[in-house]
């Protein structure tokens, strides 16, 4: 390898490590994360196995066990080894012992009453209630909410029990008691099962094209054109002003807003002069809320598509200008011939850079109302971000988050590429042909 | 159409650019605006057309006063030095555009693009864009569009600076053949003298703000109002000797030229200007002096001649070289074509 390779590839070492660690990797990961069904609590380590109430229900709803989960279920009364022992070592009679061991070993009672009612016909059989009363304790066997670390131990216990299970019922009862994660594509199912999913999608879709439409090309387009034929210093000083949501910190611009629109904020009390009665404006139904929340990232994001079409039409040579003045074009033919197609490159970059940006910033929303009113609000990303990583609920499911953040990545991906087709990017970085 | 500036001035802000400029440019007439950088010729073109608000006086199109008409409704056609095509418009939508502003068919604009095509001959490029093109087929493409809609006048503005040598010979007459064959009125800025000279009918030479003579090309190149003018044009230029006039006699430290037709003045300092082709080794006003350089231009070699008060001369002559550098030589001067000045640079 020559020098100046290895010198090239030494300054691409530290771009490449970047990209793998904080873009591939990241994919990756959401990608198998996607494909399991981690959450709070099955952890993301390996589990255990535990016959519960809710496994007992999965049981029989999900692997047609109903029979086998009642069993296991009710509590039950078997004499065997390890309870013989257990009374022996108690100090019970020897004879008695004996007896049991003679006659009821290994027989299985459902009912406590049953058990005592065997005991009761033994010879040697205790003398007062409170005896056979412990005495039959001692033989009660329930699985329930008991932890096993591994399969094995479970599938012995309930052998234990005297319930004899088929092969099939062994691994549907593994299956369903186990705590840990498992492998699964179900949070895809799921995720397109969900009424809940069709809304984010189109709370996602309403946010991105109503904010980047709105304000972050639209708007910046008119602030960047008027601020051109505007004299110098008020044009810079209109900028300014419009720069000024972009450099407050964010949580302290959400809490203007919400200081806005509280009912007890400016609105409600300026509305008060008029006989409006008072209310939260940002929550107190969907349109209002999503109102704000467009307008709330508009006036952020409309600075730097009007800092990066200012700076364009900046660039578009003066002579053009007085040429299309001469060839007697109104300002607004300048701005339709001349202007907007010249924008071309940064509207398309705008277009792309804050699509992507918007989709997966969810920030605002999040200060501002939390998804609110009801949901109304809650975009793809902040649903991912609700899902996987906070929430009321507490259990934080690890597994359907990446999964909907997956979606974001693909997503993501498609935009980027689509925009370059309708853009043409091909034919505008075609090489020129000159002939002289 | 006849073109009329009438007291014309322009500041910007406090800097005053023209003031009390007078000018006429006769209907169907090329006319040159001449002069240094920073003179005001392109003010003044971007006055006529509009571009720039007029602070003084009137222009006139026709009988028609354009003072206050905003461009787009002044029927002007402009050549910008950089061309100023629409880099995302094809030639063809490049050349129609005044007419789509004004919402012509779209059969017409076709019909007229075509035929400005031909006039301009690109009529093979005009699906092309103004990137693909050569600097000299642009410049094309900038006279078809400011002549689509037949202008009442042609604004040129430096068209040829930005070409290289050969393209701009052959644009000069390019220019002019269309400027012909249309009958437009036509003014052309420009720095350059020898376009000035070749390409227009009258040029009006230019000055720190203020016209110093408009005369046709020869006229002027024979009869300079001052020495400015007289330096401007001529390639090579004109080589000027100070001296002092005692009846018809000039006499400086390094010379003596005994000056037939000069006015009489007694004693007072002048300054002769002696253009290259009238200092020649046969002419009879005898001066000597030594080569100091030699520049061969193929058919002719230029020369400079350091006289002995150290005051230059130049020469041009035929082809063949006649003394190389550091040789002495006694040339001649043609008393007739001398011009004097007096000492602010005003002819005599």
């Given at each position: 390898?020559?020098?100046?390779?290895?010198?090239?590839?030494?300054?691409?070492?530290?771009?490449?490590?970047?990209?793998?660690?904080?873009?591939?990797?990241?994919?990756?990961?959401?990608?198998?994360?996607?494909?399991?069904?981690?959450?709070?609590?099955?952890?993301?380590?390996?589990?255990?196995?535990?016959?519960?109430?809710?496994?007992?229900?999965?049981?029989?709803?999900?692997?047609?066990?109903?029979?086998?989960?009642?069993?296991?279920?009710?509590?039950?009364?078997?004499?065997?080894?390890?309870?013989?022992?257990?009374?022996?070592?108690?100090?019970?009679?020897?004879?008695?012992?004996?007896?049991?061991?003679?006659?009821?070993?290994?027989?299985?009672?459902?009912?406590?009453?049953?058990?005592?009612?065997?005991?009761?016909?033994?010879?040697?059989?205790?003398?007062?209630?409170?005896?056979?009363?412990?005495?039959?304790?001692?033989?009660?066997?329930?699985?329930?909410?008991?932890?096993?670390?591994?399969?094995?131990?479970?599938?012995?216990?309930?052998?234990?029990?005297?319930?004899?299970?088929?092969?099939?019922?062994?691994?549907?009862?593994?299956?369903?008691?186990?705590?840990?994660?498992?492998?699964?594509?179900?949070?895809?199912?799921?995720?397109?099962?969900?009424?809940?999913?069709?809304?984010?999608?189109?709370?996602?879709?309403?946010?991105?094209?109503?904010?980047?439409?709105?304000?972050?090309?639209?708007?910046?387009?008119?602030?960047?054109?008027?601020?051109?034929?505007?004299?110098?210093?008020?044009?810079?000083?209109?900028?300014?002003?419009?720069?000024?949501?972009?450099?407050?910190?964010?949580?302290?611009?959400?809490?203007?807003?919400?200081?806005?629109?509280?009912?007890?904020?400016?609105?409600?009390?300026?509305?008060?002069?008029?006989?409006?009665?008072?209310?939260?404006?940002?929550?107190?139904?969907?349109?209002?809320?999503?109102?704000?929340?467009?307008?709330?990232?508009?006036?952020?994001?409309?600075?730097?598509?009007?800092?990066?079409?200012?700076?364009?039409?900046?660039?578009?040579?003066?002579?053009?200008?007085?040429?299309?003045?001469?060839?007697?074009?109104?300002?607004?033919?300048?701005?339709?011939?001349?202007?907007?197609?010249?924008?071309?490159?940064?509207?398309?970059?705008?277009?792309?850079?804050?699509?992507?940006?918007?989709?997966?910033?969810?920030?605002?929303?999040?200060?501002?109302?939390?998804?609110?009113?009801?949901?109304?609000?809650?975009?793809?990303?902040?649903?991912?971000?609700?899902?996987?990583?906070?929430?009321?609920?507490?259990?934080?499911?690890?597994?359907?988050?990446?999964?909907?953040?997956?979606?974001?990545?693909?997503?993501?991906?498609?935009?980027?590429?689509?925009?370059?087709?309708?853009?043409?990017?091909?034919?505008?970085?075609?090489?020129?042909?000159?002939?002289? | 159409?006849?073109?009329?500036?009438?007291?014309?001035?322009?500041?910007?802000?406090?800097?005053?650019?023209?003031?009390?400029?007078?000018?006429?440019?006769?209907?169907?007439?090329?006319?040159?605006?001449?002069?240094?950088?920073?003179?005001?010729?392109?003010?003044?073109?971007?006055?006529?057309?509009?571009?720039?608000?007029?602070?003084?006086?009137?222009?006139?199109?026709?009988?028609?006063?354009?003072?206050?008409?905003?461009?787009?409704?002044?029927?002007?056609?402009?050549?910008?030095?950089?061309?100023?095509?629409?880099?995302?418009?094809?030639?063809?939508?490049?050349?129609?555009?005044?007419?789509?502003?004004?919402?012509?068919?779209?059969?017409?604009?076709?019909?007229?693009?075509?035929?400005?095509?031909?006039?301009?001959?690109?009529?093979?490029?005009?699906?092309?864009?103004?990137?693909?093109?050569?600097?000299?087929?642009?410049?094309?493409?900038?006279?078809?569009?400011?002549?689509?809609r037949r202008p009442d006048v042609l604004l040129l503005d430096e068209p040829l600076a930005n070409l290289d040598a050969k393209l701009r010979l052959e644009m000069r007459s390019e220019i002019r053949r269309i400027q012909q064959e249309t009958g437009i009125t036509a003014i052309l800025v420009t720095h350059d003298q020898v376009e000035a000279m070749s390409m227009c009918d009258r040029i009006a030479i230019m000055k720190q703000g203020q016209i110093v003579q408009i005369a046709a090309p020869m006229e002027m190149y024979d009869n300079p109002v001052s020495d400015f003018v007289a330096g401007f044009l001529g390639n090579p230029p004109i080589a000027f000797v100070d001296g002092a006039l005692t009846g018809s006699v000039f006499e400086s430290s390094g010379i003596r030229i005994e000056l037939p037709s000069a006015a009489q003045r007694n004693g007072g300092p002048v300054k002769l200007g002696i253009r290259p082709e009238?200092?020649?080794?046969?002419?009879?006003?005898?001066?000597?002096?030594?080569?100091?350089?030699?520049?061969?231009?193929?058919?002719?070699?230029?020369?400079?001649?350091?006289?002995?008060?150290?005051?230059?001369?130049?020469?041009?002559?035929?082809?063949?070289?006649?003394?190389?550098?550091?040789?002495?030589?006694?040339?001649?001067?043609?008393?007739?074509?001398?011009?004097?000045?007096?000492?602010?640079?005003?002819?005599?």
């Amino acid at each position: 390898m020559n020098g100046s390779k290895s010198l090239g590839l030494m300054l691409l070492t530290p771009a490449i490590v970047f990209v793998l660690l904080f873009f591939v990797a990241p994919v990756i990961l959401t990608a198998v994360f996607a494909l399991t069904n981690m959450s709070t609590a099955t952890g993301i380590t390996g589990g255990a196995y535990q016959v519960t109430q809710s496994s007992l229900r999965k049981l029989a709803e999900s692997y047609g066990q109903a029979e086998l989960a009642n069993t296991l279920a009710e509590t039950r009364y078997t004499v065997n080894e390890e309870g013989l022992e257990a009374i022996a070592a108690d100090g019970a009679d020897a004879r008695l012992v004996a007896e049991m061991r003679a006659k009821l070993g290994g027989r299985s009672f459902e009912k406590r009453r049953d058990l005592e009612s065997a005991i009761k016909t033994l010879n040697s059989r205790p003398r007062n209630t409170r005896a056979l009363k412990a005495l039959s304790d001692t033989f009660h066997r329930s699985i329930v909410n008991e932890r096993f670390e591994s399969a094995d131990a479970m599938l012995r216990a309930t052998t234990n029990l005297g319930v004899a299970l088929s092969a099939d019922q062994k691994s549907a009862l593994a299956d369903a008691t186990y705590t840990g994660w498992v492998w699964t594509t179900q949070n895809f199912t799921r995720m397109i099962a969900l009424p809940d999913t069709q809304r984010t999608l189109i709370n996602t879709f309403i946010y991105v094209f109503a904010t980047l439409a709105i304000f972050n090309t639209g708007f910046a387009l008119v602030l960047s054109i008027a601020t051109h034929y505007m004299p110098a210093r008020p044009a810079g000083i209109f900028r300014a002003i419009w720069l000024l949501p972009r450099i407050s910190p964010p949580v302290l611009y959400v809490l203007l807003w919400k200081w806005l629109a509280w009912d007890t904020g400016f609105l409600s009390n300026f509305l008060a002069n008029f006989g409006v009665a008072p209310r939260n404006w940002l929550l107190d139904n969907p349109t209002n809320a999503w109102i704000f929340i467009v307008l709330i990232n508009g006036f952020v994001g409309a600075s730097m598509g009007m800092l990066i079409f200012s700076s364009a039409i900046k660039a578009i040579p003066g002579s053009l200008f007085h040429a299309s003045e001469v060839d007697g074009a109104s300002r607004w033919q300048q701005i339709r011939y001349i202007i907007l197609p010249q924008l071309r490159w940064p509207i398309l970059f705008i277009t792309c850079y804050q699509s992507l940006s918007l989709l997966t910033s969810f920030e605002y929303i999040l200060l501002a109302t939390e998804g609110g009113p009801g949901g109304a609000t809650e975009v793809w990303a902040l649903k991912t971000y609700l899902t996987a990583l906070n929430n009321y609920a507490g259990n934080l499911e690890y597994g359907y988050g990446a999964a909907l953040a997956l979606v974001l990545v693909v997503v993501g991906v498609v935009l980027s590429l689509a925009y370059l087709k309708v853009f043409d990017f091909k034919t505008m970085v075609r090489p020129p042909r000159i002939e002289q | 159409m006849r073109i009329l500036l009438k007291n014309f001035g322009k500041s910007f802000g406090a800097v005053n650019v023209i003031e009390n400029l007078n000018l006429e440019i006769h209907d169907g007439e090329m006319l040159a605006l001449l002069g240094p950088s920073g003179c005001g010729k392109s003010t003044t073109l971007f006055a006529v057309c509009g571009i720039h608000k007029v602070t003084a006086g009137q222009i006139l199109f026709g009988d028609r006063d354009v003072t206050h008409v905003p461009s787009q409704q002044r029927n002007v056609g402009v050549v910008f030095q950089n061309y100023a095509l629409y880099p995302h418009l094809s030639i063809a939508e490049n050349i129609g555009f005044p007419l789509k502003i004004r919402k012509e068919s779209a059969a017409e604009i076709k019909r007229k693009v075509h035929e400005m095509a031909d006039l301009v001959q690109i009529g093979a490029l005009l699906d092309r864009r103004p990137a693909e093109l050569s600097g000299g087929q642009q410049q094309r493409v900038a006279l078809a569009r400011a002549l689509i809609r037949r202008p009442d006048v042609l604004l040129l503005d430096e068209p040829l600076a930005n070409l290289d040598a050969k393209l701009r010979l052959e644009m000069r007459s390019e220019i002019r053949r269309i400027q012909q064959e249309t009958g437009i009125t036509a003014i052309l800025v420009t720095h350059d003298q020898v376009e000035a000279m070749s390409m227009c009918d009258r040029i009006a030479i230019m000055k720190q703000g203020q016209i110093v003579q408009i005369a046709a090309p020869m006229e002027m190149y024979d009869n300079p109002v001052s020495d400015f003018v007289a330096g401007f044009l001529g390639n090579p230029p004109i080589a000027f000797v100070d001296g002092a006039l005692t009846g018809s006699v000039f006499e400086s430290s390094g010379i003596r030229i005994e000056l037939p037709s000069a006015a009489q003045r007694n004693g007072g300092p002048v300054k002769l200007g002696i253009r290259p082709e009238n200092f020649q080794p046969e002419f009879p006003q005898k001066v000597s002096g030594e080569v100091t350089f030699v520049e061969s231009q193929g058919r002719e070699t230029l020369y400079d001649v350091r006289l002995d008060d150290g005051q230059i001369l130049r020469s041009i002559q035929g082809h063949a070289v006649r003394a190389g550098v550091g040789e002495r030589v006694s040339w001649g001067i043609s008393p007739d074509n001398i011009l004097i000045f007096d000492e602010k640079g005003a002819r005599l």
